[in-house]
């Protein structure tokens, strides 16, 4: 298995700030989406990123290949939703993972 890095960019750098409420419903759609797959095991982490420059979301994920997850990230809702969103694939040749807590 390997991991990337999967970096959502939204329709503009103000998204954080003034969505409208389709898009605040959309985005709990991402939310469901993104957590149901960490609750799979294949999302490792997910969230906003809190980028001056305009946030952004971040999922990392442990799938078999880049391909996987270029599919996982055509599927989530704002993807579909044809509202110019995108994903940025980014493979993680080394991933060191922390030791599970106690």
């Not at 985005?27 to 797959?37: A, D, I, K, P, S």
């Not at 982490?45 to 952004?56: I, N």
């Not at 994920?61 to 990230?73: G, I, M, P, S």
Request: proline content about 8%; aromatic content about 10%; overall charge negative.
């Amino acid at each position: 298995m390997k991991f990337f890095l999967c970096k959502l960019v939204p329709p503009r750098p103000t998204f954080a700030q003034d969505m409208t409420e389709a898009e605040t419903k959309l985005m709990q759609e991402h939310v469901m989406y993104w957590t149901e797959l960490a609750g799979r095991g294949i999302a490792v982490v997910f969230g906003p990123v809190a980028d001056p420059k305009g946030a952004w979301g971040v999922a990392i994920v442990e799938v078999e290949d880049e391909a996987d997850a270029r599919a996982l990230a055509a599927i989530d809702p704002t993807i579909k939703s044809d509202r110019n969103f995108n994903f940025e694939i980014y493979s993680m040749p080394i991933a060191v993972l922390r030791k599970p807590a106690a």
